[in-house]
């Protein structure tokens, strides 16, 4: 009888315990153990931006002005450039085209030539290809 | 963009004409560059390549707004951009399970898809421990977004990418290297090819650290390595802002876009005794790394070769056809991407065993390189033909001519990594600007 009593109080015991773990469990409360409340870092960093500048005054017009087409010599811009200069042509017979083929990579005479391009253009258009 | 906005500065009014694909990018680029009203025109991507009727068609669609944008267009406003310090970073308080702090950093934009250490001011604190710089100083305005890198948002990426304070030294140096103009971190950063930042590393800092130089150095179960690569990634991408699909162009994308190659030299075990960095100036007892961008690599795997010169014969295959059609012919590394559009140089991941067997034959490094330019050549029918067009003292030459791909030993350059096995990988620079910085880890 004894024995019996030890076992039956033991499964109880067991029973007991299982329900209040289980009851922890489905308890939101009990969730607390998987929650944190912490500071961080916000790691985007602000910006270095350069003063925001407007850009320049547009041309009036196209007609007798100096147009320097900048070609950034990728594949995409060279085959795209005689024909929007055909089309500039076709429109404007009096406008003056010259083209620069200037990299987007750097390389040692690069600033001569934007200065170039720079110094004999009234307008630029520039082409961005792939 | 960066040339457009130059000759917008000195008052020449632009518009560009560009690919629909890029435009994102250089809106971006030109914003950062402080002309945020820059005039663009979207032509369909592709511009080129494709027919002369769509060719025609894309101009005659995009000429009368060129024109309109020359002539008659005024942007409606300036934008003003807001600019605070940048340090402190702001702190921000979260409550919640990991899980949710894991996603809030990449809902956010903070994060690059890999779970990140949250970066508590607690253990920032720790971080900023392993360095005497002071965490306000700006280390780095990380292109193309031009965000400020400080030695605090340095401390901060070591602990999100699970870096410890006596990596700082490292990931400073890291930070040095890459944002010198020599690596072009812009240009690797933004375009359609897949490139991989590479970290190179000599020195005693390798056993003190416990960066990988051996068996698998490349691979899993390399903390060091593989934490210093994210680091690198998390910096680019979050502060860089270097994001697909707008602003990354990489067509695939690769690997090396989310945890950078990092790697030791095996300097015990490199038969010419001499590391990559004493090569490049530095005392052997100097801790020193080495960036440069690639290309993804490729292997050699010869298991047969005895002799050096077979081997470098099956090592030259691999490398003449490495980066194809990007990789023109008689490249040399004094000349520009843009004279050439051409893979300058290369990296040889010499496996030990490959290095013993090359070192049996050639007892310096510059004489297995000498060997490699002779033997890395192509019939000129296997260069994109754009861009091979041999000099006239070359001779004649028809679709089958061998012709070579590099002109010089110091274009192709040794290192002895890794550990047992009959192996080595290649690692082609990708073709801009590109040149491999060395810096000393100062502690």
């Known amino acids: 009888m004894q024995r019996h009593g030890i076992k039956l109080f033991l499964t109880v015991l067991i029973a007991a315990c299982f329900v209040i773990v289980s009851a922890f469990s489905l308890c939101p409360d009990a969730n607390a153990a998987g929650q944190v409340e912490l500071k961080v870092l916000e790691p985007r960093a602000e910006l270095l931006s350069a003063p925001a500048a407007p850009i320049n005054t547009r041309l009036k017009t196209l007609e007798g002005k100096k147009i320097g087409i900048l070609n950034n010599t990728k594949p995409g811009a060279d085959s795209f450039q005689p024909y929007l200069m055909q089309v500039l042509k076709e429109a404007y017979p009096t406008v003056e085209f010259k083209v620069w083929n200037i990299s987007y990579n750097d390389y040692p005479n690069k600033a001569n030539e934007l200065k170039e391009l720079a110094a004999w253009s009234d307008g630029v258009i520039g082409l961005l290809g792939d | ?443």
């Open chain 2, 1 to 443: 963009m960066v040339d457009q906005s130059q000759v917008e500065k000195v008052g020449i009014p632009t518009v560009t004409a560009s690919s629909d694909q890029f435009t994102g990018l250089a809106k971006n680029t030109v914003k950062s560059l402080g002309l945020p009203d820059m005039a663009f025109v979207d032509v369909a991507h592709p511009m080129g390549m494709i027919s002369l009727q769509e060719i025609r068609a894309r101009a005659d669609e995009a000429f009368p707004k060129i024109v309109q944008m020359a002539t008659n267009w005024k942007p409606s406003a300036t934008a003003v951009q807001k600019i605070t310090p940048a340090y402190p970073a702001e702190r921000i308080k979260f409550k919640g399970t990991y899980e949710a702090l894991d996603k809030m950093f990449y809902d956010k934009g903070w994060s690059i898809g890999l779970p990140i250490i949250p970066p508590t001011p607690e253990k920032v604190a720790a971080m900023l421990k392993g360095t005497k710089r002071k965490p306000d100083e700006i280390v780095w305005a990380v292109p193309p977004r031009m965000g400020q890198l400080t030695v605090e948002l340095v401390a901060a990426y070591g602990v999100m990418a699970r870096c410890k304070p006596e990596h700082m030294p490292l990931l400073l140096a890291v930070v040095k290297a890459l944002s010198n103009p020599d690596y072009d971190w812009r240009g690797n950063s933004t375009t359609t090819a897949p490139t991989n930042p590479v970290i190179i590393i000599n020195g005693p800092i390798l056993d003190e650290l416990g960066i990988g130089y051996s068996t698998g150095a490349l691979g899993g179960e390399m903390p060091v390595n593989i934490s210093v690569g994210y680091f690198i990634n998390l910096v680019g991408d979050i502060i860089g802002g270097s994001v697909p699909p707008e602003i990354d162009k990489s067509t695939h994308g690769s690997r090396g876009d989310l945890v950078a190659v990092v790697i030791g030299e095996n300097e015990k075990l490199n038969p010419w005794k001499q590391s990559y960095a004493v090569e490049q100036g530095f005392k052997p007892t100097d801790n020193v790394l080495t960036a440069y961008s690639a290309y993804m690599g490729n292997i050699n795997v010869d298991h047969t070769s005895v002799k050096g010169e077979e081997l470098l014969n099956t090592m030259a295959a691999g490398l003449a056809g490495a980066a194809s059609g990007v990789s023109a012919c008689m490249t040399r590394f004094d000349r520009s991407y843009a004279v050439e559009n051409a893979v300058r140089f290369a990296f040889l991941f010499l496996g030990p065993e490959h290095a013993d067997t090359i070192y049996n034959d050639f007892r310096t490094k510059k004489s297995a390189s000498e060997y490699l330019v002779k033997k890395t050549v192509l019939p000129l029918w296997m260069y994109a033909p754009a861009r091979c067009k041999p000099p006239k003292e070359f001779g004649p030459y028809d679709a089958n001519t061998p012709i070579p791909r590099f002109t010089g030993p110091e274009q192709i350059r040794i290192i002895v990594t890794g550990g047992p096995g009959k192996q080595s990988q290649i690692w082609p620079t990708f073709p801009s600007v590109t040149k491999p910085v060395s810096v000393l880890i100062e502690k």
